[in-house]
C-alpha cells in the first residue's frame, strides 16, 4: 500500500503534517535518518506508516513502560498488529507477541532499551528478521542531557549487529545533543536529518504579570473548566496549596513533585493519561512521563528557568492539534529567585553565563513588546511572522519611551552605590520619607523625588522591566541589591533609548486571557455529547479517552456533522478500523443531536428570517461570554431566536419582552443591528 493510503485507511489522516511527509519517505526507502520536530509534530507517524509499508518487523526503542503501551493500544485499535515486551506485560500480551513474531505477523514490536541488556535479546531480534529500528526520544542517548538512559547506548550495537536501517526522532535540538546523537546511534556517520521548524501555531501564547497569582491561576482554570490542564509551580508546596484551592473550587485536580512516592506519582501520572479533565499541579518533575494529546492548557504560576524549559513545558499543550491555551505569571521576585539560581549553583562560570542568557532571553519573551511567537521563534532561528494567536497579537501593549524614567532609576542606583532593591530606590525616586532616607541622607540626592510623574506601583513595573531586560541585576553578595549591566550603558549616557510597556500591570488585574472555546456555542452541547460516547469507549478498553478518537476528530465531527457513513470516513482521525468500530455510534450521536437543534431553523427555511437566524446565532456565540469575552456564558434557546427573527419592530423595548432584561444586557445592541438593516 501507498504511504497516502496507509495514512487514510490506517491512521484517518487526509494529509501528512508538515515535514512529515519528506520523513516518512526516507524511512521507507531505508535511509537511516535523523528527525527533529517538535513536540506534538506527529513524530510517531513517521516510524509507525513506514514500518507498515516496509516488510518484516519494526523495533521500536522507547524510554517510558505507559507510553509503549498507550501507543501500542492506539495502533492495534486502529487495526494494525504491534506490541511490546515490558515488565509490565501480563503473561498473555507477552504469549500474543511471541505469537506474532513467530508467525511473522507483528509488526512493530515496543521495547524500553534496558531489555536491550538482556542476554540474547539482539540474537532474538535478528532471528525473528527486525528489519527497522526506530529509536523515539533519541536524546536519551546524550550523556549531558536531563534524559540520559545509559542503556541508550547499546542501540548503536544493535544496528552494527542487524545492519538494518535506524530512524531516531526527537524534539531536542540543540546541536551538541544532534552531534552526540549521531555519534553514538550512528557511529558518526551523518544520517538524513530533518529539522522541522519550531512553531506550535495552535497553542496560544500568553504571559501576565503576577498580582494576587493564586486568583489568576483559578480564574484561568474556571474558563477552563473540565479541560485537561498542568500548572506548573516554582515549588513542592506550592503545588499541594494550588491543587488544594483548585479541587476547593470545584475542579477535579491533584499534585506531583519529585518528592512524592514513585507509586504516588505513578497513580497520577495513569490518571492524568486517562481522564478527560483532570489538572495537575505540578514541578517540572511533571514531565517526560506524559504523552497525553489532548492537554488543553498548560499555566505557570512561576517562570520557568530558561527559554528552552518554557518551550518543552508549554508544548506539553496540544499536542493533537487543536487549540491549547498557556498563561505563564512572572515577577521581579521570580527573576531575583531564578538569577539566584545560576549564580548560586555548581556549574562553571561560561555555563554560568550562558544560563544568564537563557533566562534573560525568556524575560524578553515575558516583557515583549510585540507578538510573542515571533520573539520565541526567532530565539530558535527563525523568522516568523506576527501570529495572531498570543496576548500581544490580540490586544498590542501600550508602550511609553521610557528613556528618562530608566536613567532617573538608573542614577537612583548608582549615587547610591548600587547597594539598595528597588524598594528603597523607588521611595527616593518618589521622594518619600522613610528613615532609611533620613538615617543616609538621601534626601540630599539630585535623584530625590525626581520621579513623582510615576506612582509606586509603576516605578514597580519599570524596575521589573529593568530587570527582565537585563539592565539591572541583583548582585547575590550584597543581598539582591541592583547593580548596572553593560547593556545600561548607552542608555544611561543618552546613547540609545528604550520603549517600556505601560500595561502589563493593568493588563493583569484585567480577566486574563480571553476565554477560547473549542467549538461554537452552537456546536458545544454536540460536542459533550460526542466526548461522553467517547468515555463510554475509552472505559470499555480500559485506555485513554484519545485512543478512541482525539479532540481535534471530535470537534470536526461536531462541526461538520456528517451523516452518512462516507462523510464519517472522511473526518481527520476516522480511519478504516476506526470507521468500523465506532462509526456508526458516532453518527447516531450526530443525528441525534442534528434533529435536537434544527426544526425551529428548518421552520424559517427559503425565508429572509432563516438568515437573520443565523445571524443572530453567530452573534450569540461571539458574545456569549460578553464582548470582554470574561463573563458568565449565556444563550437563547431556539425557539427565542426563532422568536427574535421574525420581530417586525426592532427597537430596544420591543426585544426586551421577547428576551428579558439580562440578555438584551449582553446582547440587544448587537442584535438590533442585524434587525435593522436586515
Ligand atoms: P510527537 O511528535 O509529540 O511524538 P505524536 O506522534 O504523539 O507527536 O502526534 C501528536 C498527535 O498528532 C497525535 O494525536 C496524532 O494522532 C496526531 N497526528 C499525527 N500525524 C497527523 C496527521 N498527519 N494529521 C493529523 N493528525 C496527526
Ligand atoms: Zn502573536
Redesign the pocket.
Known amino acids: 500500500m501507498s504511504a497516502a493510503v496507509l ?1 487514510k485507511d490506517v491512521f484517518g ?1 487526509d ?3 508538515p515535514g ?1 511527509q519528506e520523513i516518512v519517505e526516507a524511512v521507507i526507502a531505508g535511509e537511516n535518518t535523523l528527525a527533529i ?1 517538535p ?7 513517521c516510524f509507525q506508516l513506514p514500518a507498515l509499508a516496509r516488510e518484516g518487523v519494526t523495533v521500536v526503542i522507547s524510554p517510558l513502560i505507559a507510553l509503549m503501551r498507550d501507543q501500542v493500544r492506539a495502533l492495534q485499535s486502529a487495526g494494525v498488529e504491534a506490541g511490546a515486551l515490558t515488565s509490565g506485560n501480563t503473561e498473555e500480551e507477552t504469549e500474543a507477541v511471541w505469537t506474532g513474531l513467530e508467525a511473522g505477523t507483528l509488526r512493530l514490536l515496543y521495547m524500553a532499551p534496558e531489555r536491550l541488556a538482556a542476554g540474547g535479546t539482539m540474537q532474538m531480534l535478528r532471528r525473528v528478521g527486525v528489519t527497522m529500528i526506530a529509536v523515539d526520544e533519541a536524546h536519551c542517548v546524550s550523556q549531558w542531557g536531563h534524559d540520559f538512559r545509559p542503556d541508550y547506548l547499546r542501540i548503536g550495537e544493535l544496528r552494527r549487529m542487524l545492519d538494518v536501517p535506524l530512524a531516531a526522532f526527537t ?1 531536542t535540538a540543540d546541536a551538541e545533543t544532534r552531534a552526540e546523537i549521531v555519534q553514538k546511534l550512528f557511529d558518526g556517520a551523518a544520517p538524513s536529518t530533518f529539522l522541522r521548524g519550531f512553531d506550535r501555531p495552535n497553542i496560544h501564547l500568553a504571559f501576565a504579570v503576577k498580582d494576587g497569582p493564586r486568583a489568576q491561576i483559578l480564574n484561568f482554570a474556571a474558563a477552563r473548566k473540565g479541560q485537561s490542564g498542568i500548572v506548573y509551580c516554582g515549588t513542592r508546596a506550592k503545588t499541594e496549596t494550588l491543587a488544594r484551592a483548585l479541587s476547593e473550587a470545584g475542579h477535579s485536580a491533584c499534585n506531583y513533585h519529585g518528592g512524592m512516592e514513585a507509586e504516588d506519582r505513578r497513580i497520577v501520572e495513569r490518571r492524568f493519561q486517562q481522564e478527560d479533565g483532570l489538572i495537575v499541579c505540578a514541578t517540572v518533575a511533571f514531565g517526560m512521563g506524559i ?1 497525553k ?1 489532548d492537554i488543553r492548557w498548560v499555566a505557570h504560576a512561576d517562570l520557568p528557568k530558561s527559554i528552552e524549559s518554557y518551550y518543552q513545558e508549554i508544548g506539553r499543550a496540544g ?3 487543536a487549540p491549547a491555551e498557556t498563561l505563564t505569571l512572572f515577577g521581579p521576585d521570580d527573576i531575583r529567585y531564578r538569577r539566584q539560581q545560576i549564580d548560586e549553583g555548581l556549574a562553571p562560570p561560561e555555563r554560568r553565563a550562558a544560563d544568564h542568557g537563557r533566562l534573560n532571553a525568556l524575560l524578553g519573551l515575558a516583557e515583549a513588546l510585540q507578538c510573542r511567537r515571533v520573539n520565541l521563534l526567532s530565539y530558535f532561528g527563525e523568522d516568523p511572522q506576527p501570529c495572531g494567536n498570543c496576548d500581544l497579537c490580540d490586544k498590542p501593549a501600550d508602550i511609553f519611551d521610557g528613556t528618562t524614567a530608566v536613567r532617573m532609576a538608573l542614577s537612583a542606583a548608582l549615587r547610591t552605590d548600587e547597594s539598595f532593591g528597588a524598594g528603597h530606590l523607588i521611595d527616593i525616586l518618589l521622594g518619600a520619607k522613610t528613615e532609611k532616607i533620613a538615617q543616609r541622607g538621601h534626601d540630599s540626592l539630585p535623584t530625590y523625588g525626581v520621579g513623582k510623574d510615576y506612582d509606586k506601583r509603576q516605578w514597580q513595573a519599570i524596575f521589573r522591566q529593568m530587570m527582565g531586560r537585563d539592565l539591572m541585576r541583583p548582585d547575590r553578595e550584597r543581598h539582591g541589591a541592583l547593580r548596572m549591566t553593560e547593556d545600561a550603558r548607552p542608555i544611561l549616557r543618552g546613547e540609545a533609548t528604550i520603549q517600556l510597556r505601560r500595561d502589563s500591570i493593568k493588563a493583569a488585574k484585567g480577566s486574563g486571557p480571553k476565554v477560547r472555546q473549542m467549538v461554537s456555542e452552537e456546536d458545544a452541547p454536540l460536542l459533550s455529547a460526542l466526548k461522553a460516547k467517547r468515555r463510554f469507549f475509552a472505559e470499555q478498553l480500559g485506555g485513554p479517552a ?1 485512543i478512541v478518537f ?1 479532540d ?1 476528530t471530535l470537534i470536526e465531527m461536531a462541526e461538520k456533522r456528517p451523516v452518512t457513513i462516507d462523510q464519517m470516513a472522511g473526518i ?2 476516522v480511519g478504516a478500523k476506526k470507521l468500523e468500530s465506532y462509526g456508526s455510534a458516532f453518527l447516531a450521536v450526530i443525528a441525534g443531536a442534528v434533529e435536537e437543534v434544527h426544526p425551529m431553523r428548518r421552520k424559517l427555511a427559503g425565508r429572509s428570517e432563516g438568515a437573520v437566524y443565523d445571524r443572530l446565532l453567530a452573534v450569540q456565540a461571539e458574545l456569549s461570554r460578553g464582548a470582554d469575552g470574561a463573563g458568565k456564558p449565556m444563550s437563547l434557546s431556539a425557539s427565542t431566536l426563532a422568536k427574535v427573527a421574525q420581530l417586525r419592530t426592532a427597537d430596544m423595548a420591543g426585544l426586551t419582552r421577547v428576551i428579558g432584561d439580562k440578555y438584551a444586557e449582553r446582547f440587544g445592541d448587537a442584535f438590533l443591528e442585524i434587525l435593522q438593516d436586515g
Open positions: 495514512l489522516f494529509a501528512f503534517r512529515q520536530m513536540t506534538g509534530g506527529g513524530k510517531s507517524l524534539a504523552d494529546p499536542r493533537d492539534g484519545y482525539n481535534k481527520s482521525g
